[in-house]
């Protein structure tokens, strides 16, 4: 069986770049008569609410789309993401930020810094002679992983040369994002991760993550971003576009109908019901390219 999952972050209200990808998402699980999990990724204790958790099920149930589980809140799960902490070839990093900007080389296509590792083979009266609490990092083989995306095609990635030693816990002791969605969802039985196309130079680091814990690595879907006119992406700061002011102004079926034509499954941004997309549903239609959308569109009460 197909399993899904849908991952917002309750560190404000969801957005429209959210909902593009909560509603891809959804019907592609429901297109193979799927299982779909409400996973709340509420890893940062200083950006995540209550008020947002409560709030994003409730618009979720506004748009129709429909879970049939809710997994674990991860902030629930810290002792899960030790466990698989201790399974790594982890080491401690003691790096301030403007170290790594000036030890670190950028990445040629995208401008990520890959770490020079600095750290890594401190002996350990160097270790205990530092004072910054470390944060820890994963000793990377110099491997390429391959596999192919579900949109954007082949994807290939040198760890050594192209990502370099990655964090798997901060300094104040949180595990990071890559280690926690990778036990979330080998342990929920997750088959397949829509996300959006951010996320995608990630998945290289996720799949020797899952490949190192002996977990089984999931098929991938990353969808184009939503971009504002300028290029900029759009982001939860965009107030007109949130949920709070989009609930005002449309219905359900007229902002899932927008959301459609964004994503190229309709002709016109007619209003629908997101259950009636399932049948026409297809990951081919999906394009790469960030979609341009003009907050206007979405300002007029309708």
Not at 178 to 199: I, K, M, N, S, Y
Not at 211 to 239: M, W
Request: net charge negative; aromatic share 8%; hydrophobic share 35%.
């Amino acid at each position: 069986m197909t399993v899904g999952r849908f991952a917002p972050s309750p560190s404000g209200r969801m957005h429209l770049g959210n909902l593009f990808t909560a509603l891809l998402a959804w019907l592609s699980v429901r297109s193979q008569n799927g299982k779909m999990l409400l996973r709340i990724e509420d890893l940062d204790p200083d950006r995540s609410k209550r008020e947002y958790i409560d709030a994003l099920k409730d618009d979720l149930q506004w748009l129709g789309l429909t879970y049939d589980e809710e997994m674990p809140l991860q902030s629930t799960r810290t002792a899960r993401y030790a466990e698989a902490f201790s399974q790594l070839p982890a080491y401690p990093c003691y790096c301030s930020r403007n170290e790594l900007h000036v030890a670190s080389a950028p990445h040629a296509s995208d401008g990520n810094l890959i770490y020079a590792g600095t750290c890594r083979n401190l002996t350990e009266d160097e270790r205990s002679a530092k004072t910054r609490a470390p944060a820890w990092r994963v000793r990377v083989p110099d491997a390429e992983i391959a596999f192919t995306d579900g949109v954007f095609g082949e994807q290939r990635e040198n760890l050594a040369k192209d990502c370099g030693d990655f964090i798997v816990r901060r300094s104040d002791g949180v595990y990071a994002y890559q280690l926690a969605v990778v036990c979330d969802d080998a342990d929920g039985g997750v088959t397949e991760v829509v996300r959006g196309c951010d996320l995608l130079s990630s998945t290289p680091r996720q799949i020797w993550l899952y490949q190192t814990l002996g977990l089984p690595v999931p098929r991938f879907y990353h969808v184009p971003l939503l971009v504002a006119p300028d290029g900029k992406r759009l982001s939860k700061r965009e107030k007109s576009l949130d949920m709070a002011h989009l609930r005002e102004r449309f219905r359900p079926e007229e902002l899932t109908g927008m959301l459609a034509f964004l994503a190229k499954l309709v002709e016109t941004p007619a209003p629908v019901r997101a259950t009636e997309l399932i049948g026409g549903f297809s990951w081919s239609r999906v394009g790469r390219e960030p979609i341009v959308v003009d907050p206007q569109d979405f300002s007029e009460k309708h």
